[in-house]
């Protein structure tokens, strides 16, 4: 296998492989980069130059997902294969992705946007395959034929990890993983026999791993501060992901609610991630892929956030749970104007639940002390920093222990890293030297193929 990393510099950004197999050529996703501007956020697509043979479409985190119509447009008679629950996702995600777009076009002027249209979004759709788990599916052109099948990552619901044959080797694809169940999908389910290459995902490679239980003990962490801020009269932000990480949240106060462990506040959520609530409603009917019923909303209350945003500076005029994206309070976010009527009152709470990029207004406020100024821009008001700011280990992505684990388990020959900042990528590098002895790690340089 000849294998280019097509992602723009050695972070998680926009991520795209091109894997090549005797003379098929096959794209691992195409994603967007989520802290660039315009087609700076692209991964390198013009070292895509032959015609592809296939794409495989891991999950739909936009990092993965959000230049894939860029990427048709090149390469039109392409098939686009997921794992079913994938396929119900993808179009809602792209066609939220131009409409942000094209805000962005009007805020900053900048000529570049939007990358794509809904058209480009139509093909992606029209070029999508389901293809079922642990089943292989055989891609071949003048003779030389290859294999691949899927295996749940957890992570995300649809997410799936990829297992390629040709030639009688072994090639296996991580995409995000999460080896722990969660409510919204199960653990990964990966196979468990030796590969030749492992291209692996290092996003927690920097992370000290929680002690066993972490996630249990994180939680119910946050339900007690949750309680604390309503009984002092202050209400909550948590800043979560539309798609996965807010359904992920729901379920949580659902069952702390059916305990009778919840301070009884209405609790809010965007438009999109309402939305998509729905979506994977139909997605838990239709596959066994993902576990969500839409009465959540119903059981717990949830109200959709009103439209007309409150003054900066103001407090919001009810208490409550406000479930809001984006997770990084990126700006223009409803999430980002909600904490613009929050962080100026001392009894309010921002919680984070997910990881915030240290380089967003999410990271920023992490990083400050109370009585600093926060300022947002567009928006004319410069917040003085009263409101509690905590964040909470709740995240999608496995441990370095387990990655290191499940690559002992499959002993490659190669180790190719992933999806993951500099510190990562040194510390699995270590780490995976010394679990695998006599096996080759690759970094490898972004647009440079490595052959395997
Ligand atoms: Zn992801
Ligand atoms: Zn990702």
């Not at 794509?116 to 599916?137: C, I």
């Not at 722990?180 to 291209?199: I, N």
């Not at 479930?323 to 700006?331: C, D, H, P």
């Not at 984070?352 to 990083?367: A, K, N, Q, R, S």
């Amino acid at each position: 296998m000849r294998l280019t990393d097509l992602n723009s510099g050695r972070e998680i950004g926009a991520n795209c492989l091109l894997a090549e197999f005797g003379g098929l050529r096959i794209a691992f996703d195409c994603g967007l980069h989520p802290k660039l501007e315009g087609r700076k956020a692209l991964p390198r697509l013009d070292l895509v130059q032959a015609p592809l043979d296939g794409v495989i479409l891991t999950h739909c985190h936009l990092d993965h997902l959000g230049s894939l119509p860029l990427l048709l447009r090149a390469h039109p008679s392409a098939r686009v294969f997921a794992s079913a629950a994938t396929t119900l996702f993808a179009r809602r995600l792209l066609n939220n992705s131009v409409r942000v777009m094209m805000r962005q076009r009007e805020e900053t002027g900048l000529a570049d946007y939007p990358l794509y249209l809904e058209k480009d979004v139509e093909r992606v759709e029209n070029a999508l395959s389901a293809a079922p788990l642990a089943t292989p599916r055989v891609i071949g052109r003048g003779g030389e034929e290859l294999a691949f099948s899927f295996h749940l990552a957890g992570h995300v619901a649809g997410a799936v990890g990829c297992l390629v044959e040709h030639r009688r080797r072994r090639h296996f694809f991580t995409g995000d993983v999460h080896f722990q169940p969660q409510r919204t999908v199960a653990g990964a389910d990966f196979p468990r026999k030796p590969v030749d290459t492992l291209v692996m995902e290092c996003t927690r490679g920097a992370t000290t791993t929680v002690s066993s239980g972490g996630r249990a003990a994180e939680e119910r962490r946050l339900l007690r501060s949750i309680n604390e801020v309503i009984d002092r009269g202050g209400s909550c932000l948590l800043p979560a992901f539309a798609f996965g990480r807010m359904q992920e949240i729901l379920l949580f106060l659902e069952e702390a609610a059916a305990e009778g462990e919840l301070a009884d506040v209405p609790v809010f959520c965007s438009g999109l991630g309402l939305d998509l609530c729905d979506y994977l409603h139909e997605a838990s009917r239709k596959t066994r892929q993902v576990k969500f019923d839409r009465a959540v909303l119903r059981d717990l209350g949830v109200t959709p956030l009103s439209r007309k945003f409150v003054q900066p500076g103001r407090n919001m005029p009810d208490q409550g749970i406000y479930v809001l994206s984006s997770g990084m309070l990126v700006e223009k976010t409803p999430s980002w104007r909600v904490a613009a009527n929050m962080l100026d009152h001392e009894e309010n709470a921002v919680l984070f639940v997910g990881y915030c990029d240290p380089d967003t207004p999410g990271g920023e406020l992490i990083g400050m002390s109370p009585g600093d100024k926060f300022k947002f821009r567009g928006l004319d008001h410069e917040a003085t920093l009263r409101a509690q700011v905590e964040r909470f280990h709740l995240s999608g992505h496995a441990d370095r222990e387990e990655l290191v684990e499940f690559a002992r388990d499959l002993a490659p020959k190669d180790v190719v890293l992933t999806h993951g900042d500099p510190p990562a990528r040194a510390w699995m590098k270590e780490a995976l030297a010394a679990a695998l002895p006599g096996a080759r790690v690759h970094d490898p340089e972004p647009g440079v193929p490595i052959d395997l």
